[in-house]
């Protein structure tokens, strides 16, 4: 069974702050994707990072991929009260009957207080 | 373009009673997901369709649980009995097709309550 092991759990934060979130599995992944949810919606995705050691930006949030494809980072800078909401890592199987297969972290929910 | 779409949104119901979700996946979308997610966890896949072929079911515990994807389009997940530890939310998402480089779009969510 493949696990993802997201840290922190809950990030309390003021506006303008830095934060990172993190991702982890001793399971190598073809991918790993970013998504933010809130509550009452489901999952949307954010960013998929494919190649180990990659690095990708979406405005402020800054997504790295380990370079042995098992680890994650996702971090904000100047963090805002919209950003507020439930973050999730999902690793992406590449074959087999699970070809496609997400495999979610528990997560990390952030509050971004003005 | 509608988004994917699931009803009920809330569903509160006594143990041992039947329950079904059903979900409508984006226009053109082969592949369906059903997940559930439990209060402060990320979802767990359940069973994924490719058109109307349930190809991964290995999650679901299908001595109470069933699903269909009649026509490849539209599917139901049913819960029978309902245990108190189904409370949860039921999510279905779609995409193009399975793999990486297709994205999976996720519908609102069915909020079930088991009493």
């Known amino acids: 069974t493949q696990l993802l092991e997201q840290s922190p759990q809950f990030l309390s934060i003021q506006e303008g702050e830095n934060l990172t979130v993190y991702c982890n599995s001793s399971s190598v992944f073809s991918s790993l994707q970013w998504y933010r949810q809130e509550p009452g919606e489901g999952p949307v995705l954010l960013v998929t990072?494919?190649?180990?050691?990659e690095v990708k930006k979406l405005k402020r949030l800054t997504f790295q991929f380990g370079d042995a494809r098992k680890d994650s980072s996702l971090h904000i800078t100047a963090a805002q009260p919209g950003d507020t909401g439930l973050y999730l890592c999902a690793g992406c199987n590449a074959g087999g009957t699970s070809y496609g297969k997400l495999t979610f972290g528990q997560g990390t929910i952030l509050t971004v207080h003005p | 373009e509608a988004g994917v779409v699931q009803s009920p949104r809330y569903k509160i119901i006594e143990k041992k009673q039947p329950v079904a979700f059903w979900c409508n996946p984006i226009?053109?979308?082969?592949?369906l997901y059903w997940y559930r997610q439990n209060l402060g966890q990320g979802p767990e896949l359940l069973i994924r369709y490719e058109n109307e072929e349930a190809v991964d079911d290995s999650q679901l515990p299908k001595d109470r649980f069933s699903a269909e994807r009649l026509k490849g389009v539209d599917s139901t997940l049913k819960i029978q009995p309902a245990e108190l530890g189904d409370s949860a939310v039921y999510l279905c998402a779609s995409s193009l097709a399975a793999g990486q480089a297709y994205e999976q779009y996720f519908g609102p969510g069915t909020r079930l309550t088991v009493t």
């Open positions: 990072v494919v190649t180990g050691g």
């Open positions: 226009s053109g979308h082969n592949t």
